[in-house]
């Protein structure tokens, strides 16, 4: 099968998977024990924690180790609950903030829409903000949010800002993101395994209490730390993020390809929001006809692996947040599909792709007019 749906999860790096069993195999022990060779893990996790600050460009003691970046988001929003204010999301964030901050900050949250390029402007943000979070990049569009500017935005203003950067992370220089005063970011989207994330806090002494019964994460988040899944994420990141410039390039060129080939047989296809700032990964395509499960499941029986949608929710009927928030049809929704690469993606690969995808045009073409 060829893997087009890297925006869901990531096949783990192969230096991740290392790691991992590494740490399963020798270092196993519970961080919190007392005797040597648990010392030796609580050693580990530390310098892990060090290792992730470096790449993000934060101090070690404000990232808190979670679940992913549903829970993440969850504790934050959670934690801002308990204080008097109103928070302020984008009408695109991913179900984990816009549904977290329903259910925990209720009548207290500002939409803020975005404009017909997928984004927010900083000066939409206004001061009735207590708490501002946008996400870096799209997950169903790949659509680049202007996260320094909204950061710095929010700073001038005094709003703690806060980016949920799950499919930024791995894909494009993080190093700069702990600037932000909060931030989220989940393994599996960058090569590590799934089941683990993180959150970073604006300030090291800051509590959070989504998560209580044990002592663990500075009081922050009870619960056995998973200490090989930790280690298997900063490898993963640490991977990435030494090749990103490179791959980055050489990704956008062959994507790019990719669509010029769609356009040519396919001439009435539409990108949504091409023209915007994107990750090189992202495609989302709006077909001229018929419905995207056909196309998928043509494209399944092909080898093709894509999605129709936001894949946390492409089992979910029509449910693009994206095309909601840009005012598409329910007939556009329902032609919408989204392929997502990833560093491993080879030319050969796009390629076979935009020629699977002529076939399936001619095959459905054809039944329909059987
Ligand atoms: N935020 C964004 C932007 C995402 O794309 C995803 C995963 N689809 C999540 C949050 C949830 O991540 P996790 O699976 O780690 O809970």
Not at 203 to 210: G, V, W
Not at 321 to 330: E, F, N, P, R
Request: proline share 3%.
């Amino acid at each position: 099968m060829i893997y087009f749906d890297h925006n869901a999860t990531t096949p783990l790096h192969p230096a991740a998977l290392e790691a991992w069993l590494k740490a399963t195999r020798d270092h196993w022990y519970n961080a919190s024990s007392l005797y040597r060779a648990a010392a030796a893990t609580a050693q580990r996790l530390d310098a892990a924690r060090e290792r992730l600050a470096e790449l993000l460009g934060c101090d070690a003691a404000r990232i808190v180790f979670t679940s992913g970046a549903t829970e993440a988001n969850n504790a934050l929003l959670a934690s801002w609950s308990l204080r008097e204010g109103r928070v302020a999301i984008s009408n695109i964030e991913h179900p984990s903030v816009r549904e977290a901050a329903q259910r925990w900050l209720q009548g207290r949250v500002m939409e803020l829409a975005v404009d017909s390029s997928g984004r927010i402007t900083p000066t939409q943000i206004r001061s009735e903000a207590s708490w501002v979070s946008i996400m870096a990049a799209n997950n169903e569009s790949g659509v680049l949010q202007p996260w320094e500017e909204l950061a710095n935005h929010c700073r001038q203003h005094g709003i703690p800002f806060h980016t949920d950067a799950s499919q930024w992370i791995g894909k494009l220089n993080a190093t700069a993101l702990g600037t932000c005063d909060y931030l989220t970011g989940s393994a599996h989207k960058f090569g590590g395994p799934k089941g683990v994330g993180f959150l970073v806090l604006k300030d090291e002494n800051e509590a959070l209490r989504f998560m209580v019964g044990g002592p663990q994460e500075a009081k922050r988040r009870a619960g056995t730390e998973n200490y090989p899944g930790i280690e298997a994420m900063v490898t993963a990141l640490e991977q990435t993020t030494a090749s990103i410039d490179t791959i980055a390039q050489e990704q956008t060129r062959l994507r790019d390809a990719f669509v010029a080939q769609m356009k040519l047989s396919i001439p009435e296809l539409k990108i949504v929001n091409e023209y915007s700032p994107r990750l090189w990964n992202t495609v989302m395509l709006m077909m001229p006809t018929h419905d995207n499960r056909k196309w998928l499941a043509r494209l399944s029986q092909r080898g093709f692996a894509i999605s129709t949608g936001s894949a946390c929710s492409s089992g979910a009927e029509g449910s693009s947040v994206v095309l909601t928030a840009l005012g598409a049809t329910h007939a556009e929704l329902k032609r919408t599909l989204r392929v997502s690469g990833g560093w491993e993606t080879g030319e050969s690969d796009w390629k076979a792709l935009a020629d699977a995808f002529d076939e399936v045009r001619q095959d459905l073409d054809q039944s329909t007019r059987r």
